[in-house]
Each structure stands twice: as C-alpha cells, then as structure tokens.
C-alpha cells in the first residue's frame, strides 16, 4: 500500500464516518473532502472542479427542475385522480395502484419529487377508503424507488453509474438500457409488497387515528391525542393576569402550554396572539400537559428577603459579594459564562455584568465575556482569598454596604421553597426542573439534613425536606403566583375544534426543500407568521403536545395546526409544508392550471426523452433544454425552478466525483478490487457480482446513495478487468442496488418524509426493507447476467 492509497482510504473512512453519524451535514462533508483532495494534490484543479461540469450532474440538477414542471401543471393531480379512480377498496389493490402509479412517475422524475406529490394523494386515498396510512405511504415510497430503477434519468445513481462508464472509455448506458431489468423489479415488488410484505407493515398506529365522518369529519388524523391533552384555564376576577398580554403570562414559557382560544361570555376568540389583552372572567382553551399545571399549583415559595434586605440574609449562609474586573491577560474573555464553567471552577454565582455603563443581568450564562468587564458576583466566604489572588482578575474588592442597591435592586427578591412529600421536584434535577429556564430564577443554595449545598450544579437533584434558597426577580414570582390563581375548569363539551364553522384543523408535514427544517417554533415566530397555532407535533410513532415552542422541527414530521380556514388555504400554497388532511370543513379545490400546460409540460418531458433515445442531444443537453422552454412556455416560474433544484445532492455529486477520479489515479480502487478478489475467489465470477450487490445494498443503509455509487463504480470497473467480466454487468449490479434503498429511513430522503405521516419506526423499514432487497437481488442479477455475462448462467 502507497502513502496516496493510505492518504485516500483515510479520507474515505473519515468523510464515511460523517455520513454515518451525520455531525456535519452531507453536503459540507463532500466540500470538505474536495477541499483536502485538492490541498494534497492528490488531484489536479480542473479534476477537483470537474464534477460541477459533470453530465451526471447537470442532468439530475435539470431533472428536479422537469419534476417540478410536471407538478405546477397539475399532471400529478391528474394522476392523483385517476389513482382514486381506479384503487378500488381493498387493501393489495389499492397498494398495487399506488405503487405502479408511484413507479411511472419516478422514471421520469426524481424519487423525492414523487414522494412528495403521491404524499396527499395517498393520505386521501386513505381516508375515503378508512385505510390507515401506515398500510400505504412505505409501499408508495417503494414503488418510487422501484420505478427510478427503470430509466437512465429515474435516479442519480444510474446516471452515475453510466457517468463511470463513460470516464473508464466504455459507451454508457442509453435511456431505457435499464428498463429490462427495472420492469421487472417493479412488477415482483409490487406483487410482493401487496400480497406478502404489507403483512410486516404497521396495522394501526393507535386507535385515535382514525376517526369515523361522523366524529370528526372528512379527515384521516394521526394519534396527535390533542383531545386528551385540551383543558381550560379561567382567570379570576382578581387575577394579576388581567389586563396584560397573552405574551406578557409566559403560559407558553413557563408551562409550555399552547392557547388556541379564549371564551369570553358567550364569545369565542380564536385570533389570540401574544398580543391578545386577557380579561377577568375569561376562560382559556389549552393545549398541554394538565399534569404540568396541577403540579406548578403545589410550588409553595415563601419570601425571605428583598432588595438590599438580600445581603444581610445571604451573609449568614457564608457568602460575601465581590467586584471585580476581568483582567487582560484572562483567558475567560471570548467565552461565555457557561463554556467558561465560571460556576464549578471559581465556586462562585454572577450575579450582573457591567460593561460601558450598562449593567446585564438576564441571559448572562450565555453572555460573552471581554477584557474590562465588571462582574458582580456571590463567592463562598472560604474561596474569597483563592479568589482575590487570581490572575484572572483585577481590581477584587468587596462591595459595600452603600452599593448594595445596584446589586441587589427592590426588584430582587429571595425565597425559600420547600421541597415537600409527594412534590414532583423530588428527584429531578435543577436542570430539568425548568426553575432556570423556564422561570430565571436561581438556586443559590440547598439546605438539608446530611449538609448544605451552596451554588449547586445543574446536575444536582432535589430530595424531599430540601429547602431551597432561590434568587430573581420580583416580577417572576408574582408571574408564579399568577399562574397559580389561575382556575381549572371542567369543559362543557363545547369547546371543540370541530364546532367553529370558519376553524379547522390541518396536518402537514414539511415539504423535501423547506427552508424551516432544523428551526425552532420560538425562532420562526410560527403563530404570527402563518396565523396557525400547533397542536401537537408526531415524530417516530409519539405525538409531542407541550413545549413545542423550543423543538426544532425535522425533516418527516407530521405537524398538528389549528386555526381560520382562510390562514389553512393560505399554507397550501407555501413551498415549505404539504398538506396531508383536512378536517373540520371541505377546503375549496385547488385552481387548476390551464388545460395547455399539463399538456405542454409532457410533451417537453417526452421531447426530452426522444432526443435522447435517438441520440440527438446528449441526456444532459436534452435535459437542460427541457427545463429551459418548461419556464420559457410558462409551465413554471423561475424562482420555482430554483427552488425546486436539491442543490444538497447536487453539490453531494459534484463534490464526491472527484474523490472516484483520486480512488482511481492512485490505485485505490485497484488495491480494493484485489482485497475483494482474494476474498470471493473461491466463488468465482457469481461471488463478486453477489458481493458487490449485497455490500452496495447494506451501505446504502448508512451511506448516501450518490457518493456510494462512486466509490463502488470504481471498484467495480477494476474488479470487471480483473475477473474477465463485462464492466457493464457489475456497474449495472451497483445501480440496482443502490437504487433499492428500503431498509432504512435515512437511506434515502423519500423514506424520511413519511416517516412521521405514516407513523413508522426504524425497524418497520427493516423488516420489510430487507426482504425486499434481497428479492429484487435474486430478479434482477440473473436478468444483468443474462445480457452480458457470457456464459455465466448455463
């Protein structure tokens, strides 16, 4: 093994290990790797840039740009009806309609694409037939994939695959070279799927998923529970709360509770905002936990001690107050108070910061620290001389009795809380306990029986008899306060989401190129933005109802909203969400396109599809030109175009080519090729082709499809010298298997979308992922063989 081999098969492992655990996103793992193969020189600068030129990736950046033209048209709606048509009721030929209907479309389509315009058509399908959607979506996803096996343009791994072809001076594959064997695969899958492996499929996710028309409407609902989760919240006629903001409560804050509406007399108010004045006498509708609020109902803290009064009484727990100033040699300033550990490694609490004539007191565990700042701080009484000799910091002195105020304003307050029998803060840590998040107040100290805890670690956990010693603001207690006079109500069965004749409900889920994936509720400011409130979120088979403001939403999961009718029609036209289903009324038909455009769009599809049949244009050519008179003619916007192009995958292509052109000029892949020669010698030539389809089929689970089709392709293109084979053969061997990605969610991003609508686990792709697999092996290996094998099969 040379040093570049070794430096390559590094690089390999490293950029592998990211895939898999995905600390770095994809497509920044396949920047960096082209930025180390071009730093080494392990590749020349016209090679590392040459990908981006690369005909495998103008097509598939140009093909998502058809897909999309398809789609604005209304041909997939088109579909989508004759779908409803002709499905029938029973389950195995609704799913033979779906998955067929799914694989005609992804021969022509990008996979993703199709999931994601079968999406709403399969949920309706499912709920005029009061099939579950968990028995539909995965065998709708299959069949997409099933169906990119068919066409040169059905997948990127194919074109790929015929890309490799091309670099090692042979003729790639032409557009239907892969029908042969991807008719086939798609017919036996869709027979199996219907009739044996919808068996291994989820029968039911709960039995609140499925309502009858007469309970709930014309809808198919996920197990969000919300129901069990809706309670009412009446403010008293002396409540603290009246005549303040919803915003200015912190329900949603401290409780992590959900507002929808507020009944005032015999009034209903759904349009209620964080700017939404509460009234004595209202009664508001929540959504959360009850259990929360029962539990916050039995905090009991007692006051101590306020404003300068805290001094005196935080003197007898042993503690002094300090000034000082953060010296220019510290190695503190550029860090934040928590990076820092300033707690756990000086023993001491910060109580404000001033910096340039303004003192900071909120937010300060993430305040960044700089030369020159003065803390104000409480420090354990035997770890002021430690203190006060640190080279981190100047000017240390103790702060007088007249500059108290300053620190401890009439704002500040100290309480003791008690840690009772049966309280649910027994056990739980100050972390988890939300007094620091949720309500910013301290716990500076825990007085109990086997000894005194002072400034202890988020880490700590409360016992029963602790007495808490907590300091913040006045404000936040009296908040505290007012949530606990807040009267639990019982309903009178009026209060419903379905009895509002201009209110509904919506399900969706996030749309393959949204631009929310990864953000926070709270950072989105969803309720103003779209004028919806969210219910519940279902994620991997559990619905979240409460303290949904601080999740980052995911790709694949299914969101529960509520609100005017008018802000749900609106959602249906933001390229963010899909819509899954409706309830509470009949949302109006969406405005169909003009009768020319479908038309126009499949004719330019089916242009592109001749010229490159008959070799007129190059696929790539073709596939630009299409995607240039689909915005030209109408049939779709230019910022739709835009933003209808993956360009995660597409930079993940361009980038990884590269690495396959190092993997071969170094002789990587020569090296591998003889490992894997040594290995199946004694199965001769039937080894390596079921070897590399079996290694390709099981890295796909963890490994995305495109840079895993480079890698293999190069090994494949040696391994075909070495073993006397057609190169066709192996490199057609690793574009099925690559293709078939079902045993994994996050094989392939089609998978990931449904996993939240269908309620699906990991393990639920695999049982019926991996059968799949291997059966599409065992079809289309002997057929691949057959063609170029030469006598392999006698």
């Known amino acids: 093994m040379t040093f570049e081999i070794a430096s390559v098969l ?8 990211f895939f898999v655990t995905e600390k770095l996103r994809m497509d920044v793992v396949a920047l960096l790797v082209l930025a180390v193969l071009s730093l080494s020189h392990l590749i020349t600068p016209e090679e590392a840039l040459s990908g981006f030129s690369n005909p495998a990736v103008i097509t598939v950046w140009a093909m998502f740009i058809l897909s999309a033209g398809l789609s604005a048209t209304g041909v997939a709606d088109i579909i989508g009806r004759q779908v409803l048509r002709i499905s029938g009721t029973t389950e195995p030929r609704i799913i033979i309609v779906i998955m067929l209907t799914a694989g005609t479309l992804s021969a022509f389509m990008a996979n993703i694409g199709v999931a994601a315009l079968m999406l709403p058509v399969v949920m ?5 037939t009061e099939t579950s959607p968990s028995r539909l979506l995965m065998p709708m996803v299959f069949g997409a994939h099933l169906g990119g096996l068919t066409t040169l343009v059905g997948t990127p791994p194919n074109l790929i695959a015929s890309n490799a072809l091309l670099d090692a001076g042979h003729e790639g594959f032409s557009f239907f070279e892969f029908a042969p064997f991807g008719v086939p695969a798609l017919i036996v899958g869709t027979l199996f799927v219907a009739f044996v492996g919808r068996h291994l499929l989820p029968r039911e996710i709960s039995d609140s998923m499925r309502r009858s028309r007469e309970e709930a409407g014309p809808a198919m609902r996920f197990a969000h529970a919300f129901e069990e989760r809706q309670f009412r919240l009446q403010l008293g006629t002396d409540s603290p709360f009246a005549g303040r903001t919803l915003a200015e409560s912190e329900l949603g804050a401290i409780l992590g509770v959900s507002v929808y509406a507020v009944r005032r007399g015999e009034k209903k108010i759904t349009a209620v905002g964080g700017d939404f004045v509460l009234a004595a006498g209202d009664i508001m509708l929540v959504q959360g936990r009850i259990e929360e609020f029962q539990d916050f109902l039995r905090w009991q803290a007692f006051e101590m001690a306020s404003g300068t009064e805290i001094a005196e009484v935080l003197s007898s727990q042993r503690l002094k107050l300090v000034s000082a100033l953060v010296s220019g040699q510290s190695d503190l300033a550029g860090l934040t108070l928590r990076e820092a550990d300033f707690a756990g490694r000086f023993k001491a609490h910060i109580l404000s910061i001033r910096r340039e004539g303004k003192i900071i007191r909120r937010g300060i565990a993430d305040f960044e620290l700089r030369a020159g700042d003065r803390l104000h701080l409480e420090l354990k009484s035997e770890e002021w001389e430690a203190f006060r000799e640190s080279s981190q910091f100047e000017e240390v002195d103790l702060i007088s009795d007249e500059n108290l105020g300053m620190i401890y304003p009439k704002t500040q307050t100290l ?4 840690v009772g029998e049966g309280s649910h803060l027994a056990g739980m ?25 002072l400034f202890p670690s988020a880490d700590e956990e409360f016992q029963v008899g602790d007495k808490l010693l907590i300091h913040g603001a006045r404000a936040r207690i009296e908040l505290m306060r007012g949530i606990q006079s807040l009267e639990l109500i019982g309903s009178d069965g009026e209060d419903s989401l379905l009895t509002e004749e201009d209110e509904g409900h919506v399900e969706v889920t996030l749309s393959p190129q949204s631009s929310v994936v990864g953000k926070t509720l709270k950072a989105l400011n969803f309720r103003r933005r779209y004028g919806l409130e969210i219910l519940s979120i279902w994620r991997q088979g559990r619905s979240y109802g409460s303290h949904l403001r ?7 999961d299914a969101l ?24 509470a009324y009949d949302a109006p038909e969406k405005k169909r396109p003009a009768l020319w455009k479908p038309i126009l769009a499949t004719l330019i599809v089916i242009g592109v599809v001749v010229l490159s ?10 596939a630009v030109a299409g995607g240039a008179f689909m915005i030209a003619l109408g049939c779709l916007k230019v910022d739709e175009a835009y933003r209808a192009i993956d360009w995660k995958s597409v930079f993940l292509i361009a980038c990884m080519l590269p690495l396959g052109t190092a993997m071969q000029s170094t002789g990587t892949t020569t090296w591998l090729a003889e490992g894997m020669a040594s290995a199946v010698a004694p199965f001769g030539p039937w080894g390596i082709i079921v070897g590399l389809y079996l290694l390709t089929m099981f890295a796909t689970t963890v490994v995305p499809t495109a840079p895993l089709v480079v890698i293999m392709s190069s090994i494949a293109v040696d391994a075909a010298t070495r073993f006397d084979l057609a190169p066709q053969l192996l490199i057609m061997t690793i574009a099925m298997a690559a293709s078939a990605s079902f045993s994994s969610p996050i094989s392939h991003a089609a998978n990931a979308l449904v996993m939240g609508p269908g309620g699906y686990r990991f393990i639920d792709f695999v049982k019926i992922g991996l059968l ?3 059966l599409i092996m065992v079809t289309v290996l002997p057929l691949i063989v057959l063609k170029w094998g030469d006598g392999l099969i006698k």
């Open 429 to 453: 840590s100050i972390r988890d306990s939300g007094l620091s998040e949720r309500l910013h107040l301290r716990v500076i100290g825990i007085a109990r029986r086997s000894g005194s805890v």
């Open 550 to 556: 601080n999740m980052k939403l995911e790709f694949g």
């Open 772 to 774: 799949l697999g291997l």
């Open 415 to 418: 309480l003791q809380l008690d």
């Open 124 to 128: 309706d399908v499912a709920r005029r």
């Open 560 to 583: 529960l909203l509520y609100g005017p009718r008018e802000r749900i029609n609106e959602l249906g036209g933001e390229a963010d969400f899909l819509i899954l289903s409706q309830a």
């Open 613 to 622: 049949l008959t070799k007129v244009l190059p696929i790539a050519v073709a």
């Open 10 to 17: 590094v690089l390999l492992g490293v950029a592998l290990g």
